[in-house]
Structure formats: C-alpha cells, structure tokens
C-alpha cells in the first residue's frame, strides 16, 4: 500500500485481524497524492486561463 514497513504489522499484541481492521478500507497514501497534484494542475490552469 505504499506504506513503512512496519506501519500496521510492527504493533506489538495486535491481531491479524486487528491489523486487517486496522487498515480498513484506508486510500493508498499515493493515489491520494496522485488525487491532490490533479486537482491541484486543474485548480491552477483555471486560474491562469482566467487571468
């Protein structure tokens, strides 16, 4: 998931089944960036198309 090693599986006493919860339905942290630098460029075209 892009995530550090460690992120939810290094938790000392949790459950593989805690972990799994834990993660949920969670965005992966890059297609979450991905996300933001499009709106982003089109939030910053507009600007400059209206200038």
Do not use: C, E
Request: charged share 15%; aromatic share 0%.
């Amino acid at each position: 998931m892009g995530l550090d090693a460690g992120h939810v599986t290094g938790v000392p006493g949790l459950s593989r089944a805690a972990q799994l919860k834990a993660l949920g339905n969670g965005v992966v942290p890059q297609q979450a960036a991905a996300a933001l630098r499009l709106l982003l460029d089109r939030i910053n075209a507009d600007t400059a198309a209206a200038a």
